[in-house]
């Protein structure tokens, strides 16, 4: 019995050291600007999304077939809810198996300036992703994407 317990208690330690291995990054002004410009030269794509949106939940096991089947094309996760969400969008990330990605979460309380920054002909539609090629052009998509419409995004930019 004793060993049964001890089983479950480390079990759970390691279940909650697992789920605190995503790490979301504060998105501030100035931090789209600094997505893109870390990325500059190399395709990319940036998946926006909600704790609140079935829509992107439902997306999320999507994209976790896409980054297994192109782990090296670079997926960054940005969380438009508030910072203090990050534990929920974190469970949400780890049970999605995206812990490995890049993850950004708002951080400021003008969201509206924010998403303006990311783009100003967004009007918050979720889930959205913009699609980067290695020339830094970029395509905004709002909706879920099935995988075969991952897959020919993809295929055409990483040629």
């Not at 050291?17 to 931090?31: D, Q, Y």
């Not at 094309?73 to 940005?78: D, Q, S």
């Amino acid at each position: 019995m004793r060993f049964l317990t001890i089983l479950l208690f480390s079990l759970t330690i390691l279940n909650q050291v697992h789920a605190e291995s995503v790490t979301l990054k504060p998105f501030n002004s100035g931090s789209y600007a600094q997505i893109v410009n870390s990325n500059a030269g190399k395709p990319f794509l940036l998946s926006i999304w909600s704790v609140t949106c079935p829509s992107c939940i439902k997306d999320m096991e999507v994209l976790h077939a896409v980054h297994k089947t192109h782990p090296e094309f670079k997926i960054v996760m940005l969380s438009t809810d508030d910072i203090a969400e990050t534990p929920t969008a974190q469970q949400i990330l780890e049970k999605n198996q995206l812990a490995d990605m890049e993850h950004w979460i708002y951080a400021e309380e003008n969201t509206q300036k924010l998403q303006f920054e990311i783009d100003p002909k967004w009007y918050g539609e979720l889930p959205r992703s913009y699609f980067f090629d290695k020339a830094g052009q970029r395509d905004g998509v709002s909706g879920v994407l099935s995988e075969k419409d991952y897959e020919a995004r993809i295929g055409k930019m990483v040629k």
